[in-house]
């Protein structure tokens, strides 16, 4: 277990210890518990949900909706041009916040097609999931950083928010001294570029989703939250071992204003779309 997960594990057991000793039981009740996730901002990553949206699209957004989901996060079309995804979310009263596009499109000559794409979605946000594995150094990352601040550039003049980039564990490797995430961190212009924070992936990867918050205030406007199991699997949200009260008391610092729920291998997705979905509704940090 790496010194992050001890992190989130011992904000838990600190705080039962502290109980146990004689510490006020109405702890929770205290001020800085008393937030919550608007629901507004409680949205569904549609990665989680591919195999039912491969044969139902509309039906499986219908019942995310019904479920109280009130945004989601594109992730493949399944054969839906942008405008039918949008005919649909608006037909089961969602609102797309956000749509993953590949890094060789950001890129390349796909960019403006894909920036309209985002407008036709009532998207804000493109998205660069990954970086290509042969990128994963120093020189690569900053490759990355100046191509992101021309696409988050486009993307300003074109009426939407900054360019936002998803991590992964290895995006917070050490390679060459260097931490890969930093770069990017330091290396792009806050008012182009942004970050969808994966909290799994940061945590997987060795990084503090809570000190990340405080010390690059503003950038992090959508997560994915995603939880983990004892044994480092994936798990529905609050069911694994991640502190997400903790982690979610500086999210404010970090600007953010989308919570999406991700599950890379669920495998019942609406039973995990609903457990998510109803501890994220009732949390309280």
């Known amino acids: 277990m790496n010194g992050t997960r001890r992190a989130f594990l011992g904000t838990a057991l600190g705080a039962a210890a502290a109980?146990?000793?004689?510490?006020?039981?109405q702890a929770a009740e205290t001020g800085r518990c008393r937030r919550?996730?608007?629901?507004?901002?409680?949205?569904?990553?549609?990665?989680?949900?591919?195999?039912?949206?491969?044969?139902?699209?509309?039906?499986?957004l219908a019942r995310l909706s019904d479920m109280g989901y009130a945004t989601v996060g594109v992730?493949?079309?399944h054969g839906n041009s942008a405008?039918?995804?949008?005919?649909?979310?608006?037909?089961?009263?969602?609102?797309?916040?956000?749509?993953?596009?590949?890094?060789?499109?950001?890129?390349?000559?796909g960019l403006p097609q894909a920036l309209e794409d985002i407008h036709t979605l009532g998207a804000r946000w493109i998205v660069v999931p990954s970086l290509?594995?042969?990128?994963?150094?120093?020189?690569g990352f900053r490759e990355a950083a100046r191509e992101?601040?021309?696409?988050?550039?486009?993307?300003?003049?074109?009426?939407?928010?900054?360019?936002?980039?998803?991590?992964?564990?290895?995006?917070?490797?050490?390679?060459?001294?260097?931490?890969?995430?930093?770069?990017?961190?330091?290396e792009t212009d806050p008012h182009l570029v942004g970050f969808e924070l994966d909290v799994y992936w940061a945590a997987k990867?060795?990084?503090?989703?809570?000190?990340?918050?405080?010390?690059?205030?503003?950038?992090?406007?959508?997560?994915?939250?995603?939880?983990?199991?004892?044994?480092?699997?994936?798990?529905?949200v609050g069911s694994g071992v991640l502190d997400f009260p903790s982690m979610f008391r500086t999210a404010d610092s970090g600007g953010v204003r989308q919570w999406l729920v991700e599950h890379?291998?669920?495998?019942?997705p609406f039973a995990t779309a609903l457990n998510s979905y109803r501890y994220l509704s009732r949390l309280r940090y």
């Open 19 to 25: 109980t146990a000793l004689g510490a006020p039981a």
């Open 36 to 60: 919550r996730i608007p629901p507004s901002g409680i949205g569904m990553h549609l990665y989680t949900m591919r195999t039912p949206l491969a044969t139902d699209f509309k039906g499986t």
């Open 75 to 77: 992730s493949g079309r």
């Open 83 to 109: 405008a039918a995804i949008r005919t649909m979310l608006d037909e089961t009263r969602l609102k797309a916040v956000l749509e993953h596009v590949g890094y060789d499109i950001v890129r390349g000559s």
């Open 132 to 139: 290509p594995s042969a990128m994963h150094n120093p020189a």
């Open 148 to 186: 992101f601040n021309k696409a988050g550039l486009a993307a300003r003049e074109a009426g939407l928010g900054p360019l936002l980039f998803h991590n992964h564990g290895l995006d917070h490797e050490v390679v060459e001294g260097e931490n890969l995430y930093d770069i990017l961190l330091k």
């Open 205 to 236: 990867g060795g990084a503090d989703p809570r000190s990340l918050f405080v010390r690059h205030r503003r950038r992090f406007p959508a997560l994915h939250v995603k939880d983990m199991a004892p044994d480092g699997d994936f798990a529905d």
């Open 264 to 268: 890379d291998a669920p495998a019942d």
